[in-house]
């Protein structure tokens, strides 16, 4: 198996809300709408998607309860501070809980994090370091 992912899948309880969350809070387009499962555009990155919470469980073989920090965290890395900014503003307008606002990192980048309205958790990153990171928006 490569280090690689070939698309990401998020389990949601509401697939209205967070289509809403996406599109019109932070400007997402999709691609694919089927019902049961939505795409948006990717930017030739890993499409990023999501599927109703328990039938995305139940394809996997486990239970759709679940709480707490799973462990996994989506991290977003951009060009400038002030698209860090930007993008938590966004996000907090559509409605997501800021976890931690945007500033000064540890290791010396800026950046902050929030959680989607399914509680999945988004870092936003930037460091002066990272320029040429084809990645970054």
Do not use: C, N
């Not at 967070?18 to 795409?39: H, N």
Request: proline fraction near 4%; hydrophobic fraction near 35%; aromatic fraction near 12%.
């Amino acid at each position: 198996m490569k280090a690689h992912v070939s698309s990401i899948l998020l389990g949601v309880r509401d697939m209205e809300v967070s289509k809403r969350f996406y599109t019109e809070g932070l400007g997402w387009k999709v691609k694919d709408d089927y019902g049961i499962s939505v795409f948006f555009e990717s930017d030739g990155a890993s499409p990023v998607g999501f599927y109703g919470r328990e039938g995305l469980a139940d394809q996997v073989g486990t239970s759709p309860q679940g709480s707490g920090f799973s462990g996994l965290v989506l991290t977003y890395v951009v060009r400038s501070e002030a698209r860090v900014d930007e993008i938590i503003a966004e996000a907090e307008k559509a409605g997501a809980t800021i976890l931690k606002p945007a500033g000064s990192l540890p290791w010396g980048g800026y950046g902050g994090s929030f959680a989607d309205p399914d509680g999945y958790i988004w870092s936003l990153g930037y460091s002066a370091q990272g320029q040429d990171q084809s990645y970054a928006e």
